[in-house]
T-cell receptor, first 114, second 115 residues
Framework: KNQVEQSPQSLIILEGKNCTLQ??????????LRWYKQDTGRGPVSLTIMTFSENTKSNGRYTATLDADTKQSSLHITASQLSDSASYIC?????????????FGKGTHLIIQP | GAGVSQSPSNKVTEKGKDVELRCDPI?????LYWYRQSLGQGLEFLIYFQGNSAPDKSGLPSDRFSAERTGGSVSTLTIQRTQQEDSAVYLCASRPSRVNTDTQYFGPGTRLTVL
């Protein structure tokens, strides 16, 4: 069964600090992995997408990594800001299966404190 | 351009009533998805439309749930005889096509509360 596990479930850090969110998956065959940011009361917004051959991809202060061998991804946030407070969702895509081959993690709830 | 819009933004209803939730996808997007997000939970897939193909209804939790997409554009999710456990945020997303690398664009959601 395709699964996406995210950790930690929630995280509180001080403004200006760095943090790393984890995503482990058992999805086959793997097509790509995407990180979304979901602000409270809003829909998720895509941050990055990584395909099998990509190891690292950055979007401003967000850097995603992918290890396709161990089936792990991380999202690193540098110099956190109050606006980074949100849920971060890992979504893995496969070429087949239900829901058009998308498997969602439950998300990490990140709180940035001043 | 305009993003995905959903209406209403909030809906409070009494147990046993029917509700209709509306989604206006981005113009030209052929794929449309409905998800449910309960408090503290991840996104739960409900139904998926792709062009003129038969929808993938594998995620609908019961026969009280149904959805249609008229003219390949606007979609309506209907919940009949609502129950308290139906309370959640219902999110709609559209995608340019079903190419795997295409981005899903989500609407702001409809928060449904069943009293």
């Amino acid at each position: 069964k395709n699964q996406v596990e995210q950790s930690p479930q929630s995280l509180i850090i001080l403004e200006g600090k760095n943090c790393t969110l984890q995503c482990n998956y058992t999805v086959s065959p793997f097509s790509n992995l995407r990180w979304y940011k979901q602000d409270t009361g809003r829909g998720p917004v895509s941050l990055t997408i990584m395909t099998f051959s990509e190891n690292t991809k950055s979007n401003g202060r967000y850097t995603a990594t992918l290890d396709a061998d161990t089936k792990q991804s991380s999202l690193h946030i540098t110099a956190s800001q109050l606006s980074d407070s949100a849920s971060y969702i890992c979504v893995v895509s496969t070429s087949g299966g239900g829901a058009d081959g998308l498997t969602f993690g439950k998300g990490t709830h990140l709180i940035i404190q001043p | 351009g305009a993003g995905v819009s959903q209406s209403p933004s909030n809906k409070v209803t009494e147990k046993g009533k029917d509700v209709e939730l509306r989604c206006d996808p981005i113009s030209g997007h052929t794929a449309l998805y409905w998800y449910r997000q309960s408090l503290g939970q991840g996104l739960e897939f409900l139904i998926y439309f792709q062009g003129n193909s038969a929808p993938d209804k594998s995620g609908l939790p019961s026969d009280r749930f149904s959805a249609e997409r008229t003219g390949g554009s606007v979609s309506t999710l209907t919940i009949q005889r609502t129950q308290q456990e139906d309370s959640a945020v219902y999110l709609c997303a559209s995608r340019p096509s079903r190419v795997n690398t295409d981005t899903q664009y989500f609407g702001p959601g409809t928060r449904l509360t069943v009293l």
